[in-house]
């Protein structure tokens, strides 16, 4: 039997990896020290309600190819419900709905956000006038951002206070994790240039209509079908270094020897599994203390009644910054799931405290709820959500493989959201580490991997940018 590749973590990077090395000919071993798959975008039983909950609502977007591509191969794309209408709370009319109409990228959302109520046409101009730059200045424009807040390019384009409270603050919070003041500005561009502007197809927004976990239990018959295995409830305690390579792993049942480990763990829990002789040899490692995090906040709140009409609502301008409607449970109850991204100010509160804030955002959007209370709730905070997308943060991101100038580890193979994918924390930006990464080790191994293009170091290719749009500079 050829050895294994020991993947540690079984989040989605973990899993992107696994798989794709499995569809290049290798065995993996996969070891995950929680009882389920998916890290941070997974499920759990909830004792209080009775329910499997998510830990938090998932959103994918058209622009994920890879993470469709990674659906796709663990057959459960058909899961995904696409929502093409986005529906933005404006009380006490009815809410604004952006959707894409006849024109052409970039233009298709042009007379949606026309129509838009909530914005006055002060904002209108402002908002088209930054998109306009957005559009013209292109991925060099982008680049060219780096390490600035985004809040400065607001500034640059004259938007309007309010333009940026109820538009490009819900937008870029919900995505980057961090307010427009404080991400950097690359990657919010990013979002509009490739998420909004550049095809019809991007924007769309999918949501998982099963647990988050039962989307990667396909991924256990596929890697033991190769001979491999997943492992889970098994912590990886260190990595075994031996001055040169790496020899395996120390679990807390027992060492697995490796010719190759993939680590898909973030940042903090990588640091603790790597000895300090490890971490001067390989600059990739050298960086780990630096990764600062931002929490995410949800709240799963059951209503005797049904009290909202649309599948999902932003809330512009207020702490709560989406809601989602998950459907009727098991106990015919309405299931609606709240959403605080960049929720540093709600984490030392209580439950109770929480569920009175969250209530009074619904009662502010949802006017016919006013009055009405939910019967079970279950607030889920996520301290460590994502890293903090703060300016210069793709300075300290590694990369999947060693430098070839700088040397390393070079049978240490490095994924997760926070490594250098050129995404905010994402479940696109896991999967793209992981196709990388599996990519790195093919090329180690001297074999072609079977990667859609190879040109692309093992990626799906993106979305093509729509033909007006590309002639445009996007
Ligand atoms: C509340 C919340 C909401 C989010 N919303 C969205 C969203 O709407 N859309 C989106 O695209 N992204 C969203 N994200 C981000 C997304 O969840 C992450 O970017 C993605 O899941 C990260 O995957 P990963 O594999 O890199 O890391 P993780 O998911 O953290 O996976 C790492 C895995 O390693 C395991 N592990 C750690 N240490 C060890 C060890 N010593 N031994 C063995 N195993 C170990 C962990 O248990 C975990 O399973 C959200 C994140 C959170 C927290």
Redesign the pocket.
Known sequence: MKPAIVV???????IAAALRLVDDGERVIL????KK?????TSFSDVRSGEVLD??????MGS?TNLLDLYERLGVLQYVQWHPKIWWANPPHAPDVMQPGVLPAPLHFAIGFLRMKLLSLQDKRGIARAMWQLIRMGGEGRARWRGRAFAEFLAETKQTAHACKVFWDPVVVSACNVPCERTDAAHAMLVFQQGFLQDRWSPVMGLSTVPLWSLYEPATAILEASGGAIRTG????ALAYDGRRVTGVVTDEGIVEAGMVVA???PD?LAK?CSQTMRAADCRLAQLDAFTFSP?L?VHLFFEQQIMSTPHLVLPGRPTQWLFKKGIDSQGRLHIHAVISAADAWMELDEGEIVRRVMADIHWAIPGSRGLEPSAVRAVK?KR??FACLPAIDAIRPSAVVDGIRGGINNLFL????CDTGWP??????VR?GYRAAHGVCSALGRPASGKDSSRLGLVADVPAARLARLLGL
């Open positions: 540690v973590g079984g989040g989605l990077a973990g070891l995950e020290s929680r798959l998916g890290g941070r975008a830990n938090c609502q998932h959103v994918v994920c098994v912590s990886v305690l898909a763990v973030p829990r599994l995410i949800g996520e959500a994502t994924c997760g959201d926070w924390a994402t479940m696109e930006g896991a580490s």
